[in-house]
């Protein structure tokens, strides 16, 4: 229905964590897509979009129920928060959204290194996702404006907020690797044609 508009679209926050392999049942669905799609995506889905805004993000966001599902769906999410912010960044999210085939179909699910740089800008341990996904440590620094080292300081043993406060204290950054986030293991992933982004099989029989 998405693909077939051409709508670069996602799954984000607790269900794409549930299909990355987080034991979690989320309560809604939430999807996003690229700003420029925001229109295709209404369309498709019969929602609305209407500016939404508070003290830590800006977007475009529309709710509905589909077959008995709550929807929260977004565009051009913007995050402002305690640990800093988070410009929209629509291409680079679509190529770097993992692929995993969950019942049969290719669902595109917003990377694990995404999540974790909108934790940190938010300033909420809370939010970092609980999959256990390898996650490039470099690619949360230069989409965060930090250091690396600010960044595993923050997934180590420091509040995202105070990390983000010495981050332009820690001199150069090092060269990018991957972590973890979580303590279980990560899921198998393997190349795809996107370049950056991986495929997976969901473990799960649902996320909704």
């Given amino acids: 229905m998405l693909d077939g508009r051409g709508v670069r679209w996602w799954v984000a926050g ?13 309560a809604d669905l939430d999807l996003e897509c690229a700003a420029d799609d925001a229109p295709r995506m209404a ?3 019969g929602v609305r979009f209407a500016s939404d805004r508070d003290a830590s993000a ?8 589909l077959a008995g599902v709550p929807l929260d769906v977004t565009a051009g999410l913007h995050v402002h928060g305690r640990g800093g912010e988070l410009s929209p960044a629509d291409d680079v999210l679509w190529q770097r959204a993992a692929t995993v085939w969950h019942c049969g179909m290719a ?6 290194d995404e999540a974790v ?4 800008a938010w300033g909420d341990r809370g939010r970092l996702p609980r999959a256990g996904a390898a ?3 470099g690619y949360v620094a230069r989409r965060l404006g930090w250091s690396s080292a600010a960044v595993y300081a923050a997934l180590c043993d420091e509040t995202p907020s105070a990390a983000a406060a010495s981050a332009t204290a820690r001199g150069p950054s090092p060269a990018p690797v991957s972590t973890s986030t979580t303590r279980t ?13 991986t495929s997976v099989t969901s473990p799960r029989g649902d996320c909704a």
């Fill in 58 to 65: 800006s977007s475009l966001r529309a709710r509905r129920t």
């Fill in 185 to 197: 293991s990560a899921p198998s992933s393997g190349s795809s044609s996107a370049g950056h982004s």
């Fill in 135 to 137: 996650v490039d440590a």
């Fill in 14 to 26: 607790g269900c794409a964590d549930a299909l990355l392999g987080a034991r979690r049942r989320p």
């Fill in 107 to 112: 669902v595109r699910v917003l990377a694990p």
């Fill in 43 to 45: 369309a498709a889905l």
């Fill in 117 to 120: 740089a909108r934790a940190l």
